[in-house]
């Protein structure tokens, strides 16, 4: 797993799926248009929503979570990276959310 800047994942938002692992409240907030939202405690139960020929980019609040995330789907077939610094990044430097 790969821990990669907000400046990558808006680059990459085009050729990799955005996980969004944050509770519904959170998200509830604002979060990277067209990312698919998964909370952490679903992804086992959802992860036939995700395809394991596209790379994963996981997102939460503040990193931690969707390291963990990462880290799992990178242990079951998945390429997945965590954008670091999460949401709180994202929305400190004014770009999109939905």
């Known amino acids: 797993m ?3 800047t907000i400046t990558e994942t808006d ?3 085009s050729t990799a799926r955005i996980l969004d692992v944050r509770e ?3 998200v509830a907030e604002g979060m990277i248009p067209g990312a698919l939202h998964i909370p952490m405690g679903q992804l086992q139960a959802r992860l036939s929503e995700l395809d394991p020929a ?3 980019i996981a997102v939460c609040r ?3 979570r969707s390291a963990a ?3 799992a789907l990178n242990g079951v077939g ?3 990276d965590t954008m670091a610094g999460g949401m709180t990044a ?3 430097a004014g770009l999109p959310t939905t």
Do not use: H, L, M, Q
């Open 78 to 80: 998945y390429k997945a």
């Open 11 to 13: 680059r990459r938002r």
């Open 62 to 64: 503040s990193g931690n």
């Open 90 to 92: 994202w929305t400190r």
């Open 69 to 71: 995330v990462a880290d």
């Open 54 to 56: 596209v790379p994963v």
């Open 24 to 26: 519904d409240f959170e």
């Open 2 to 4: 790969a821990e990669i």
